[in-house]
């Protein structure tokens, strides 16, 4: 069946540096991907999507780009602020509009 | 306001109680899912329901039930709580839109449970 795989976290950066987080993925087909961020105490909220190879998904300075040749949808920032301290999901839709998401990964920034 | 709402935020139960959580949406949607999420695991779809009169079951139902009373509430009952069903619940929502086209999940803020 479909799954996704994050990096473990949890991460934690100076305010400034550049962020990476890892996501691959197993489906058959064409999936479309999501990265979700979850702030302290609320829901979660979609960050970015892409639905077809080699697209980008950019919103708030992060970026993540469809690569189906390495089935990946790996999650970066320039330069991270404290209030981008979150945790972050990776997650992956294939008909009938169910997600199957990832782990989760803690990201901290320090000032 | 907030368009999806879950009550309670907080339940602390014991072994052998019946819970009910409930959710609620003022945004229009046809569609309502609940999830729990679990450290290290992530979110797993207990139950989902693409209109009022459908209901279906997710990864992990067993132990839980639900029930769609209008297209604007959908409950999550545990019949018979036990304590590996502490987790953070999460009700989302979704519009129908287009065959094949994926629509945003909005989540609510989530219920923490607690059953000892």
């Known amino acids: 069946g479909n799954s996704v795989t994050q990096m473990e976290g949890p991460v934690t950066l100076s305010e400034e540096a550049f962020l990476t987080i890892n996501c691959t993925y197993t489906?058959?087909?064409?999936?479309?991907l999501f990265w979700y961020v979850q702030y302290p105490g609320e829901g979660l909220q979609l960050l970015l999507k892409?639905?077809?190879?080699?697209d980008k998904g950019s919103n708030k300075g992060f970026e993540a780009t469809y690569r189906k040749e390495t089935t990946s949808f790996h999650l970066e920032k320039g330069s991270v602020q404290v209030s981008d301290s979150a945790v972050y999901f990776c997650?992956?839709?294939?008909?009938?509009?169910?997600?199957?998401f990832g782990q989760g990964t803690r990201l901290t920034i320090n000032p | 306001d907030a368009d999806v709402t879950q009550t309670p935020r907080n339940r602390i139960t014991k072994t052998g109680k019946r819970i009910m959580l409930e959710c609620s949406q003022t945004k229009g949607h046809d569609r309502m899912y609940w999830y729990r999420q679990d450290p290290g695991l992530g979110l797993r779809l207990i139950y989902y329901s693409f209109d009022v009169k459908d209901i279906n079951k997710g990864e992990i139902s067993d132990g839980y039930s639900v029930s769609r009373q209008a297209q604007a509430k959908f409950s999550l009952s545990l019949e018979s709580a036990i304590p590996n069903q502490t987790a953070l619940y999460f009700c989302?929502?979704?519009?129908?839109?287009?065959?094949?086209?994926?629509?945003?999940?909005?989540f609510g803020p989530g219920t923490r449970l607690t059953v000892l």
């Open positions: 989302a929502t979704s519009d129908s839109g287009l065959a094949g086209v994926y629509n945003e999940q909005f």
């Open positions: 489906a058959t087909g064409y999936p479309s």
């Open positions: 997650a992956l839709s294939q008909g009938a509009q169910k997600l199957v």
């Open positions: 892409a639905t077809k190879a080699d």
